[in-house]
């Protein structure tokens, strides 16, 4: 009897140690498997900045610049430095008798004050309307073989946005910035002058200033700019014909 | 594989217990053994069987026969619960797959609005590009226009300029030619006059005239814009 006992008790135990090792039965069925938070999927990668009417940042801050003189007219680029700033070349807005300035969706800004640096080919116009976006100044000037593209209105005409590669620096040929310039290989016309010529991440590198015979175009390394806008005695008013 | 074979003895088989049998007398010589049947004349005394002695049940079978009914409980138990246990899983299987065909439907009907939304958004980004073109060209028109009418403006103004240039030469050329000719009629006449006062009209035709050489300079410096 003890030995079935012993059995019995070996049996339960073979028991109770075989239902440990069955499944369990299954936990209820949710009645929604469908996450509270979803991950909010990543941006397009097409480097398209959102802006409220499509135009991306580098057309926003490109400005359209007359310069109505005393029996000339001319016209020439800029962009904007901030909310009431503009930046363009000196000879650009020399010997006017009235600055009229449009951004890229054909609005008019009214120009305050225009003043011309003495070492450079620079200006900056003061507006009195605020300027539809303003872009970054890169820190450092670009390399040999860095892409550019330059946002302005060749001949006045329409926004144009081109693109090249920096070529080099050599001093100015024209002699009308201390330093070195920057020769890229963007196309660029008369009119272009002012414009901005920006990196890959859209950050402000130079100012198109010139071109040569071999359509290379000329800039004003930020580094200039960085320099003039730093100093207060950098800039003057600049000269009216009126 | 087979078992062994030949003199062995089957294990699947109990081994029979040998025949048991009451003990006789010897048999005479010349008797080969019992024979069919009596042979008359002697009688024999009534065999009587000995009675069988109880059978005991051997130890191990107890074992395994508590053994083989533990087994049968735990196998009725464990199948009672590997039978529950799959009703269970059937009922959740089930369960997951009328929430899998509704998110299912859920997400067919969601990717037919993405698709639809999709067309959509394409049928607006093509519309925001040429609306963008066309803001770019009215932009563009409209500092054409600009610089047209700042350029008639300085035609403008230029041509007032020369107007009003020439409207002095010639205003100052007649008061010229007015001053010479009563200058000239005065000198015919000179002995009606003070010397003095011919000079100084003189002196006022002069410059009268100087006038009008200075507006006509004016003017030539003007054309020549």
């Not at chain 1, 006992?5 to 209820?28: N, S």
């Not at chain 1, 010997?95 to 011309?116: C, F, I, N």
């Not at chain 2, 019992?34 to 079978?61: D, E, M, N, Q, Y």
């Not at chain 2, 040429?130 to 060209?137: D, K, L, P, V, Y």
Request: glycine residues 8%; charged residues 15%; aromatic residues 4%.
């Amino acid at each position: 009897m003890r030995s079935a006992r012993t059995v019995a008790t070996v049996a339960l135990l073979g028991l109770v140690t075989a239902c440990a090792y069955l499944p369990d039965p299954p936990a209820p069925v949710p009645t929604s498997v469908v996450p509270s938070v979803a991950p909010v999927p990543t941006a397009a990668a097409d480097g398209s900045q959102l802006s409220p009417d499509g135009f991306d940042a580098a057309q926003r801050m490109a400005v359209r610049i007359r310069n109505i003189g005393c029996g000339a007219l001319s016209t020439g680029s800029g962009f904007a430095l901030d909310e009431h700033t503009l930046v363009t070349n000196r000879h650009v807005v020399a010997d006017s008798a009235e600055l009229q300035l449009s951004t890229y969706d054909g609005r008019d800004v009214a120009a305050e004050a225009a003043s011309t640096a003495g070492l450079a080919d620079l200006a900056v116009v003061r507006t009195v309307d605020a300027l539809p976006a303003a872009p970054v100044l890169a820190d450092t000037d670009p390399q040999v073989g860095d892409p550019v593209t330059v946002v302005g209105y060749p001949l006045g005409r329409q926004l144009t946005v081109t693109d090249g590669r920096v070529v080099g620096a050599v001093t100015d040929p024209l002699h009308a910035n201390l330093g070195e310039v920057l020769v890229t290989d963007a196309p660029v016309e008369p009119g272009s002058s002012g414009s901005a010529a920006l990196d890959a991440e859209g950050r402000v590198i130079g100012v198109v200033y010139a071109k040569n015979a071999d359509d290379m175009s000329f800039l004003v390394p930020v580094s200039t700019l960085r320099a003039m806008l730093g100093d207060d005695t950098a800039f003057a008013p600049a000269p009216t014909c009126g | 594989m087979t078992g062994p074979s030949g003199a062995f003895p089957d294990p699947g088989h109990p081994r029979p217990d040998p025949p048991v049998s009451s003990p006789t007398a010897p048999l005479p010589p010349g008797w080969a053994g019992p024979a069919a049947s009596h042979a008359p004349g002697t009688p024999l005394p009534p065999h009587t069987p000995a009675a069988p002695p109880p059978r005991r049940v051997s130890r191990p079978t107890v074992v395994l026969a508590v053994v083989l009914a533990a087994v049968l409980v735990t196998c009725g138990l464990v199948g009672w619960r590997l039978w529950t246990t799959t009703q269970a899983w059937e009922e959740t299987a089930a369960d997951w797959e009328s929430l899998a065909r509704t998110h299912g439907e859920q997400l067919a009907q969601t990717e037919a609005e993405l698709e639809a939304t999709t067309g959509e958004l394409e049928a607006t980004r093509a519309q925001l590009a040429t609306a963008q073109a066309r803001i770019t060209e009215l932009a563009d028109e409209k500092a054409q226009l600009g610089d047209t009418t700042a350029a008639q403006q300085q035609l403008a103004d230029y041509q007032q300029r020369v107007s009003q240039a020439a409207g002095q030469v010639a205003t100052a050329l007649a008061n010229c030619i007015d001053g010479q000719e009563r200058l000239i009629g005065y000198l015919q006449d000179a002995a009606s006059y003070a010397e003095a006062d011919l000079a100084r009209f003189r002196a006022d035709v002069e410059r009268v005239c100087g006038a009008a050489t200075d507006a006509n300079a004016a003017l030539q410096s003007e054309l020549s814009r």
